[in-house]
């Protein structure tokens, strides 16, 4: 499986945007983008995925180089609620594979 | 999106003993993964496990220390047997929900802890 890296950790203000960088040069052509967070104490939860083009949902947006060797995880407006790891993983286009964990960035959100 | 079910959601187990851990799916699905999170880490695949056959064990895991059963599309069963603290973990069923674009769903987590 492709490679990505995230910071370990970030912190950032209550009501403002985040962005989480993910770097993953050897992304392949086949290969989606997709996020997940974990909360403390809780498994963890699908937060959005892409292939090519910027994606937004209820829970954020992702933007996508043209490039596709890194990405950004973007919320809007951090709660304290968003407060958790998040895990940029990348999946191959066919599924019936497993998610592979790196070690993700832990979000501290400062009220 | 599938809804997941672990039983037990926590539990401190003796040194030597196993444990089973339940694994339930409010619907049928072919693909379910188990997971380990030692204290402090990221998550580990332990295995695949395909209904009507046997698991797939990723490298470090074998099947007499972790069994697993998938007796059908909506259930699974992980064993994590002949304890030791270093099996102090949180162990996660995940699953692929076809309906839902293949995304991959979890569910809560058992929290061992072997004293």
């Known amino acids: 499986d492709a490679k990505t890296t995230q910071p370990n950790s970030m912190e950032s203000n209550e009501e403002e945007p985040v962005h989480l960088p993910c770097n993953h040069s050897?992304?392949?052509?086949?290969?989606?983008i997709h996020w997940y967070r974990q909360l403390p104490s809780q498994g963890p939860e699908y937060v959005i995925h892409?292939?090519?083009s910027n994606v937004n949902n209820r829970m954020a947006s992702l933007a996508i180089a043209e490039d596709r060797k890194s990405s950004t995880l973007i919320l809007h407006r951090a709660t304290l609620r968003d407060a958790a790891v998040y895990y940029c993983?990348?999946?191959?286009?066919?599924?019936?594979?497993?998610?592979?964990f790196g070690k993700g960035t832990r979000l501290s959100v400062i009220a | 999106s599938a809804v997941i079910s672990q039983k037990p959601s926590r539990d401190i187990c003796q040194r030597g003993t196993s444990l089973t851990i339940q694994c339930q799916v409010d619907?049928?699905?072919?693909?379910m993964f188990w997971y380990r999170q030692q204290p402090g880490q990221s998550l580990t695949l332990i295995a695949t496990?395909?209904?009507?056959?046997?698991?797939?064990?990723e490298s470090g895991f074998v099947i007499d220390k972790f069994p697993i059963s998938r007796p059908n599309l909506t259930f699974s069963t992980l064993t994590v047997s002949n304890m030791s603290p270093e099996d102090s973990s949180i162990y996660l069923c995940?699953?692929?929900?076809?309906?839902?674009?293949?995304?991959?769903?979890f569910g809560e987590g058992s929290w061992l802890t072997v004293v």
């Open positions: 995940s699953v692929e929900d076809t309906g839902a674009g293949n995304t991959i769903y």
């Open positions: 892409g292939l090519t």
């Open positions: 619907s049928q699905v072919t693909m």
């Open positions: 050897t992304i392949s052509g086949t290969d989606y």
């Open positions: 993983i990348l999946r191959g286009d066919s599924g019936n594979t497993p998610l592979v």
């Open positions: 496990a395909n209904q009507g056959s046997e698991a797939t064990y």
